[in-house]
């Protein structure tokens, strides 16, 4: 019998914990489902804010590519060309004045104009203006250079009118050496024409590519994971940790294959936005051709650390293991205190009905409960009376 009670025991406790891990399921699909939308929830986020961001890059750049246009098509300029070809030097001196004059306002107020230079059709540098802060004056006759050889010269020479040469962004440097502290510059460039309609040269455009790269890092400040800029060959403009920065400048080659897998490599590099998963890192990363040029262009990258992305479903999972277990404990001491509670009754009643077999009429049982344990008991009670009352009158007849 105590068996039967135990059995009893046992399943009201194994009720209560099968109903327990009812919760327990649905955690696990809630957990697992939930690590799958954060995850793409953070994707689809990180992919938005690369992309606002390159918004932002192209306006500067769009900006620059204008400018670039309008200093070769400006009246000053235009003049110039025209004194250049046929008038005398006072009168290419006055027009020079002109643009100096004109290009210093313009260049000091967009704050991100290095250099402004004419080069003529042979390639000589006949004028650079240079920024220095507060206003733009010329160079030394003595460090105007030739630039035939350079590749935006031989490119720009060979654009029609209203066309523009980009850039790949690339460190600054004078007579071939890279300019200490480092610079990175964008140079733009468009074609320049006589009134006769020959060609007259260039206008070349070298702009601070600080102001818009230092852009792109701040708009993190604070979130997870770090921007990284690389050019389409995988050399970045843009990382944290500067002994990687310049790798094709500066001869040490450092790129993005110094970091991750060439199979991760190639995906990154891809022509479009996407993401990558590495080992230990989410890689979003973000296309941009800059304007102006479209053999050439860039991705921003936001790498975010695995661990990093999952925190928060992590923090989950944990609240809920220590609920869970928790549960179970508690869970486990309702089920004895209620198993107790039945089971404690029913082997009293079990004892009553057994004594009562034998013949014991003497017993009665005691209960407080009005539920059907105490129904049962009011039952047992009444049979015993009326076995007794049985007995007594069978006694008489005798």
């Not at 006589?194 to 601070?208: E, K, M, Q, W």
């Not at 661990?307 to 609920?323: C, G, H, K, M, Q």
Request: aromatic share 10%.
């Amino acid at each position: 019998m105590n068996f039967i009670l135990s059995r009893i025991q046992n399943k009201i406790i194994a009720a209560f914990l099968i109903v327990l891990l009812i919760p327990l399921l649905s955690y696990i699909y809630i957990y697992f489902s939930t690590s799958r939308t954060v995850t793409d929830i953070v994707i689809n986020y990180e992919l938005d804010e690369l992309v606002l961001s390159l918004r932002t890059l192209r306006h500067h750049l769009q900006n620059i590519m204008n400018d670039t246009k309008y200093m070769s098509e400006s009246r000053d300029m235009i003049r110039f060309l025209s004194e250049k070809q046929s008038g005398s030097d006072s009168e290419i001196e006055n027009a020079l004045s002109l643009i100096a004059d004109n290009s210093s306002s313009y260049a000091i107020n967009k704050n991100m104009y290095q250099h402004i230079s004419y080069i003529d059709e042979s390639g000589d540098e006949i004028f650079r203006l240079n920024n220095d802060g507060s206003r733009m004056t010329f160079s030394s006759a003595e460090k105007l250079q030739n630039q035939s050889r350079r590749a935006f010269f031989k490119e720009t020479m060979k654009m029609q009118a209203g066309e523009c040469y980009v850039s790949n962004i690339h460190l600054y440097k004078e007579k071939g050496k890279i300019f200490k502290p480092y610079q990175p510059v964008i140079n733009y460039a468009t074609p320049v024409f006589y009134p006769n309609g020959s060609r007259a040269g260039i206008i070349l455009v070298t702009a601070n590519a600080n102001i818009f790269l230092e852009g792109l890092v701040s708009t993190k400040h604070g979130k997870p994971g770090k921007i990284c800029l690389v050019d389409k060959d995988g050399y970045f403009l843009i990382n944290p940790d500067s002994t990687k920065l310049w790798g094709r400048d500066v001869g040490t080659n450092t790129n993005l294959g110094d970091t991750f897998r060439p199979k991760y490599v190639e995906e990154i590099l891809a022509q479009k936005d996407g993401h990558t998963f590495t080992n230990q890192n989410l890689v979003c990363h973000a296309l941009f051709i800059p304007p102006g040029n479209t053999e050439i262009y860039w991705k921003l990258l936001n790498i975010i650390e695995i661990d990093e992305l999952t925190d928060p479903v992590t923090s989950l999972r944990n609240i809920f293991v220590l609920a869970f277990i928790v549960g179970i404990f508690i869970s486990i001491a309702i089920a004895v205190y209620l198993a107790r509670g039945i089971s404690g009754p029913v082997h009293h009643l079990t004892q009553v009905a057994n004594k009562i077999s034998h013949g014991e009429l003497d017993v009665e049982v005691k209960t407080k409960s009005r539920d059907e344990i105490g129904q049962l008991a009011d039952s047992i009670n009444r049979m015993r009376a009326s076995l007794e009352a049985a007995i007594i009158r069978l006694r008489k007849n005798r």
